[in-house]
């Protein structure tokens, strides 16, 4: 099985740690990053963990992972919310995809509410904290064996 995964972070989740403790909690964006390449690596998996505040740069990212990655998990923060570009990307990666927040968007303002990528994607995970990285590694991982 091709196991080399990537999990897509956008705006300001660089700064988890800093930013609005009530919702993301206080884990670091470094510690965040190392807990799931430790995950990863227990469950035979090859991550490349990202993170870019420039749309562009997100849709140049979510590109190139056809090529490469197997599946991919994204959090596309703000852009969740507004992107079109970032929708039409994805939809052009033919491999699962698991959206996920950190914060429940639903229980938020309005304009959190709505998602759009969530019907383009195989799943999703939202409010269950920085837990919810590691539960999307092992969904991905599940995926990527029953492909196989
Ligand atoms: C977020 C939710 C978004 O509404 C917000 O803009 C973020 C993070 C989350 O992980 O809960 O930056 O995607």
């Keep these: 099985m091709n196991n080399k995964i990537i999990i897509i972070n956008g705006p300001n989740l660089n700064l988890l740690g ?11 964006f470094e510690k965040l990053k190392k807990n799931c390449l430790d995950k990863s690596k227990e469950l035979g998996l090859n991550v490349n963990f990202t993170q870019s505040n420039i749309e562009g740069e997100l849709v140049n990212i979510i590109q190139e992972s056809r090529k490469n990655f197997a599946g991919m998990i994204i959090n596309a923060a703000a852009f969740t919310h507004t992107s079109v570009a970032i929708r039409d990307a994805l939809s052009l990666f033919k491999k699962p995809i698991i959206e996920l927040h950190i914060s429940n968007i639903y229980k938020r303002e309005e304009f959190r509410q709505k998602s759009l990528i969530s019907d383009i994607v195989t799943g999703g995970i939202f409010g269950l904290g920085a837990e919810g990285y590691i539960l ?9 064996k029953n492909e196989n």
């Design 136 to 144: 999307a590694i092992i969904s991905m991982q599940k995926l990527l």
């Design 18 to 28: 800093e930013r609005e403790q009530s919702q993301y909690g206080s884990i670091t």
